[in-house]
């Protein structure tokens, strides 16, 4: 690893945005604003925002705190108190960290929750990890929001239903007296008319991996495109800044018919497009990256920058219907599709995106993802008779990344992708 | 105790006959007659029965079944009730079945729904996503959509309108279901030698897989037996098992912990069977709807159920008190996140309150229970000689 990352402008602001709402709550206490403990997957936060509250989230946190090497010590913690080794590694890296004074990965001090909003989708053990921060922090109230599963590759009525009446019974009564202020709905609605604005900018981002070359990798840069919708900017003016400009800085390279950058430096020949199912390895994240670089391997689709929204079978918010609006965009979270809903959509990706073959990477504590992914690869191979390749890792504990094991079967996948462009040419 | 051992004996049949054939032979005797299979934990049987359908339990291949297809749609760190589930599938097991219920008990039962609508098995799948809000107005609203959205599948098959006076009969069969299993487990709790947590077992089990008529008749000719005195009482602790709720221990694991000098008086295997507590009563809803409420307000605790406002640990300690009971064993598959999510919670609450346990995993197919005999004849011991 010689090379330094490589920074472009968008990078710089999103780092300044983040480096913002940290500061805002290592402040919290002093300012007096709430601070309210919430997951990606149908994160609602411009209902957070919308009461003036500060969002926090206890997944990003593990994995900031994987990338940064210090997930390993908080699992084993977090083992000590009871934890299986068969569990979420995101669980017992927060509870780890947690119980060792609540330092987050940059340093700073995570402000105690003065709400913990349940608000999960496609996650049962969501539902559990905010059952274990309850008796973290047993005087914090929590609210929750049960998301139905599209189990019936549809959003009914009742399921809408059932999801606006719990924001209207249970979530709604609980921000308000937590933070002192009323709901007010108009306010809701302009945070999210710039939503809907973001998620626009965000559909015309990811499809530009159209082109050829890709200019953009949209998985492992793409986790950093999603960073501001999914940590707590969503309809925030902010955000609609930084996503223009990252359109732009990626339509320039689409101009001037460059691949996307990597922190090895820039992408010079795309020999394979792939998409790719399942959350990246966080602990070994560049060692991972720098693998399909060393391939030339672009993504140019991924489901996991789809965990929290999936915008491109035509959903977006309405403000007009603001409620029911974050309702339905919680059930359209990709993970909270059903099987067949998955094998479509990214079935979807590698036509749109002429992808040469499907990968996964199978995480070991990630049930939401991995249980049914193998059926997936059977039915895009049988579907689209496009190589399919597995491997396996895991979210945050290092101790099941096998740089070896991973480096073999991309060799293999890889193998099998030149032969078979050999044999279509 | 002749009577009681033919009676287990036939339980044993039924319970582990992976081909289900009393259900398909029911189904065979009349046309309109519809077999719908559920996954392990609660599902009101009630609603099918009154569908003129029987609600099957499917538990997994257990260790009666060599899984080999099964493996080939789950990684190797997913449980395995699932994968026996797909081997069930793949092998016609469960040609017949009209329809099938994936209650939410977890990421991969939910997502094992998806898989069999990828299969086109059934008439109808449903993932049956019981609500974690328990206002009825808001959770129980949604229950009662989602249980009328199963009747109108099976409706769809056999045209059959569920009444509310088909509904209260049903209701009143599984009443007493309910009821007689709780004195079976009563009855055990105050004479544990009279009969083996194994045996409860077979008895209960069997209770899945054929129409609840059959079944309260072999429970009340239990209950009858049981009442008289068979035996006299062993040298044994008294433990509650819990984690086991949706995959299944193998038999052979619940016999171990018994030799090794345990009384199971309560546990959470077949959960379903004893979810709701007490009756369900029609006097003030029409019959739907007290379903709805018994779910909202007589559920028993689990792990795939969001509980904050109702403390598990509470509720675990005052089972332990009512049972009287020595110690508690965490026996909980491997890779079930629900149950392993929960340990450390309940453990903490057992810490706290001077309560001995002991923990170990399974799988559906264990198959040596060595090491497990020594760790739970050990924790005996230490009861025995120092509690």
Redesign the interface.
């Given at each position: 690893m010689s090379k330094s990352v490589s920074k472009e402008k968008s990078m710089i602001i999103q780092k300044e945005m983040i480096a913002g709402l940290l500061k805002e709550l290592g402040n919290a206490k002093e300012t007096g604003k709430k601070v309210v403990y919430t997951f990606v997957p149908g994160n609602i936060s411009e209902l957070i925002l919308a009461f003036d509250m500060l969002p926090v989230y206890p997944e990003i946190n593990a994995l900031q705190s994987g990338m940064r090497k210090k997930s390993e010590g908080f699992i084993l913690d977090a083992e000590k108190?009871?934890?299986?080794e068969?569990?979420?590694t995101y669980?017992k890296c927060d509870v780890g960290m947690m119980i060792n004074g609540n330092i987050g990965p940059s340093g700073e001090k995570i402000p105690a929750p003065d709400l913990l909003l349940?608000s999960y989708t496609?996650?049962?053990?969501f539902?559990?990890?905010?059952?274990?921060l309850?008796?973290l922090y047993p005087n914090v109230p929590?609210a929750?929001l049960?998301t139905?599963?599209q189990?019936g590759h549809k959003i009914?009525p009742?399921?809408t239903?059932?999801m606006v009446?719990?924001l209207k019974?249970?979530v709604i009564p609980k921000m308000e007296k937590v933070s002192g202020n009323k709901y007010d709905e108009e306010k809701l609605k302009k945070i999210l008319a710039n939503s809907s604005k973001v998620e626009e900018t965000i559909i015309k981002i990811f499809d530009t991996t159209k082109n050829r070359p890709s200019p953009i990798d949209a998985y492992f840069a793409g986790v950093y495109y999603i960073g501001p919708i999914n940590n707590g900017f969503r309809g925030t003016p902010e955000a609609i800044d930084y996503y223009n400009e990252l359109y732009k800085e990626i339509m320039d390279r689409v101009h001037n018919g460059l691949g996307p950058i990597t922190p090895e430096g820039e992408m010079e020949k795309e020999r394979f497009r792939l998409v790719v199912e399942g959350p990246p390895n966080w602990t070994h994240f560049r060692e991972f990256w720098k693998l399909f670089y060393d391939m030339g391997a672009v993504i140019v689709a991924s489901s996991y920058t789809k965990v929290g929204g999936v915008y491109d079978m035509g959903f977006r918010v309405n403000p007009d219907k603001p409620l029911e609006s974050l309702a339905d965009y919680c059930m359209n979270c990709y993970t909270n599709l059903?099987?067949?809903q998955?094998?479509e959509l990214l079935s979807k990706c590698i036509t749109d995106y002429h992808a040469d073959g499907f990968l996964v990477n199978?995480i070991?504590?990630c049930?939401?993802f991995?249980?049914?992914?193998?059926?997936i690869m059977q039915?895009l191979e049988r579907r689209l008779e496009i190589p399919v390749g597995f491997i396996?890792s895991d979210l945050v504990d290092p101790r099941y990344f096998s740089y070896a094991n991973i480096k073999n079967r991309l060799e293999s996948f890889f193998q099998m992708l030149e032969q078979r462009k050999l044999i279509l040419e | 105790m002749e009577a009681l051992n033919d009676i287990i004996k036939k339980c044993n049949e039924l319970a582990f006959d992976l081909n289900f054939t009393r259900a398909k032979e029911w189904k065979k005797q009349d046309n309109s007659r519809v077999l719908v299979g559920y996954m392990p934990i609660y599902f009101p049987r009630e609603i099918v029965h009154a569908a003129n359908g029987l609600a099957v339990g499917i538990l997994g291949g257990g260790d009666k079944k060599q899984i080999i297809k099964g493996d080939a749609y789950y990684q190797s760190y997913v449980c395995h009730m699932p994968r026996g589930i797909v081997e069930l599938v793949l092998d016609n097991h469960l040609e017949d079945f009209d329809g099938f219920i994936f209650p939410s008990i977890c990421d991969v039962i939910r997502n094992l729904s998806g898989m069999f609508q990828l299969f086109g098995k059934g008439k109808f799948v449903k993932y049956m996503d019981f609500p974690q809000n328990f206002l009825p107005e808001v959770g129980g609203e949604f229950y009662k959509s989602e249980l009328q959205h199963i009747l109108n599948e099976i409706k769809k098959i056999n045209n059959i309108e569920v009444t509310p006076e088909r509904l209260q009969k049903s209701i009143d069969l599984f009443n007493k279901n309910r009821k007689l299993t709780e004195e079976i487990y009563n009855i055990r709790s105050e004479f544990p030698w009279r009969i083996t947590a194994a045996d409860i077992y077979n008895i209960v089990r069997a209770g899945f897989v054929i129409p609840v008529e059959e079944h309260n008749d072999i429970l009340e000719e239990v209950v009858n037996l049981l009442k008289v005195e068979n035996g006299e009482p062993h040298d044994k602790i008294r433990v509650l098992v819990i984690g086991a709720f949706c995959e299944q221990p193998p038999l052979s694991l619940i016999k171990t912990i018994e030799l090794a000098g345990c009384y199971i008086i309560e546990d959470d295997f077949l959960l379903g069977s004893r979810w709701i507590k007490g009756d369900i009563n029609t006097t003030k809803y029409s019959p739907l709807d007290s379903i709805v409420r018994a779910y909202l307000e007589q559920s028993t605790f689990s792990s795939s159920v969001y509980d904050v406002d109702n403390p598990k640990e509470g509720r675990l300690l005052t089972q332990l008190k009512e049972r009287n009971v020595d110690g508690i064993i965490f026996a909980a598959p491997s890779f079930c996140d629900p149950a392993l999510l929960d340990h450390p919670i309940l453990q903490k609450a057992c810490d706290d309150n001077n309560v001995r346990y002991i923990s170990f995993l399974y799988s559906e197919n264990t198959g040596q229970f060595k090491v497990i005999k020594e760790q739970v004849g050990t924790f005996s011991d230490s009861i025995k000689l120092w509690a």
């Open positions: 108190l009871g934890h299986s068969d569990v979420c669980v349940l496609g996650c049962f053990t539902m559990k990890w905010f059952e274990t309850k008796r929590v929750l049960h139905p599963y189990e009914t009742e399921m239903q059932y009446k719990q019974e249970e059903n099987l067949e998955r094998v199978s070991k504590s049930n939401s991995s249980a049914g992914q193998l059926m039915q396996e | -």
